[in-house]
């Protein structure tokens, strides 16, 4: 079996003291797995991982990445410790070019490093470096995310933590981007994704957990999962005996 890169055991978080919206939540992700969370509008899955992120307050529990006590880590001092978090929203600089963009997110890279990872991520991802001059703003859905992706990946994270990356895109984006963080697992990077869109998710995921009312209800293959009338009824609010045959919309 891989080894855990990322351990969450009994997590509780909130942004109100006495409050909160994930309560007890764990989660183990390996090495280069892709690994889904999963659950129905309010489930506390983007708080979740936030919190994983440093950016909720986390009350209870623990978070270890490579065996490392981070749950009191401050958020920005996750990108140092190898966990790198792309937010739905405001997840780059929309007034500066590309390039800017890369150049920016190399902060704690030695200045040696700079131009080849640069030049890496260029090679990963071509669309941007034929946009390397545009202003990340002009950018189409798809080429953001990938800009909020490669930002993300330029400093070689432990852990991606993505949160709802195909959120407001067309679903010819939407392929684009999971081909993209499929590729991505190919490359041994390790990845946990929140996805309100069950199906493209877990098509390309090795594992998923189902999250209700913040805390995890279930889990599996994800390949099995989208059939799985356990998870239609966490997920939809059907019985069991109703969602066997049509899987998670």
């Given at each position: 079996?891989?080894?855990?890169?990322?351990?969450?055991?009994?997590?509780?978080?909130?942004?109100?003291p006495?409050?909160?919206?994930?309560?007890?939540?764990?989660?183990?992700?390996?090495?280069?797995?892709?690994?889904?969370?999963?659950?129905?509008?309010?489930?506390?899955?983007?708080?979740f991982?936030k919190?994983?992120?440093?950016?909720v307050?986390?009350t209870?529990?623990?978070?270890?990445?490579?065996?490392?006590?981070?749950?009191?880590?401050?958020?920005?001092?996750?990108v140092?410790?190898?966990l790198?978090?792309?937010?739905?929203?405001?997840?780059?600089?929309?007034?500066m070019s590309?390039?800017?963009?890369?150049?920016?997110?190399?902060?704690?890279?030695e200045?040696?490093e700079?131009?080849a990872?640069?030049?890496?991520?260029?090679?990963?991802?071509?669309?941007?470096?034929?946009?390397?001059?545009t202003a990340a703003?002009?950018l189409?859905?798809?080429?953001?995310q990938?800009?909020?992706?490669?930002?993300?990946?330029?400093?070689h994270?432990?852990?991606?933590?993505?949160?709802?990356?195909?959120?407001g895109?067309?679903?010819k984006?939407?392929?684009m981007?999971?081909?993209m963080?499929?590729?991505?697992?190919?490359?041994?990077?390790?990845?946990?994704?929140?996805?309100?869109?069950?199906k493209a998710?877990?098509?390309i995921g090795?594992r998923?957990?189902?999250?209700?009312?913040?805390?995890?209800?279930h889990?599996?293959i994800?390949s099995?999962?989208?059939?799985?009338p356990?998870?239609a009824e966490?997920?939809?609010?059907?019985r069991?005996?109703?969602a066997?045959?049509?899987?998670?919309a």
């Amino acid at each position: 079996m891989s080894e855990t890169v990322l351990d969450v055991r009994d997590l509780e978080a909130g942004y109100e003291p006495g409050v909160p919206i994930v309560r007890g939540a764990s989660i183990t992700v390996r090495k280069s797995e892709i690994v889904v969370v999963l659950g129905p509008n309010g489930a506390g899955k983007s708080s979740f991982i936030k919190a994983i992120a440093g950016l909720v307050p986390i009350t209870g529990g623990t978070v270890l990445l490579d065996g490392k006590d981070i749950t009191a880590a401050p958020a920005h001092t996750m990108v140092r410790l190898g966990l790198a978090f792309v937010p739905q929203t405001e997840n780059i600089f929309q007034l500066m070019s590309v390039e800017d963009n890369l150049k920016v997110a190399c902060g704690i890279l030695e200045r040696r490093e700079i131009p080849a990872r640069i030049d890496e991520m260029y090679a990963a991802f071509p669309d941007l470096m034929r946009q390397r001059r545009t202003a990340a703003g002009n950018l189409s859905g798809g080429q953001r995310q990938m800009l909020a992706v490669a930002r993300a990946l330029i400093v070689h994270p432990k852990v991606l933590v993505l949160d709802e990356p195909s959120a407001g895109l067309s679903p010819k984006f939407v392929s684009m981007v999971f081909e993209m963080l499929a590729g991505i697992r190919k490359s041994g990077v390790t990845i946990l994704l929140v996805e309100q869109n069950a199906k493209a998710a877990l098509a390309i995921g090795d594992r998923a957990y189902v999250l209700v009312e913040g805390k995890d209800r279930h889990e599996g293959i994800a390949s099995e999962l989208w059939n799985d009338p356990v998870v239609a009824e966490l997920y939809l609010g059907q019985r069991p005996s109703h969602a066997s045959k049509g899987g998670v919309a």
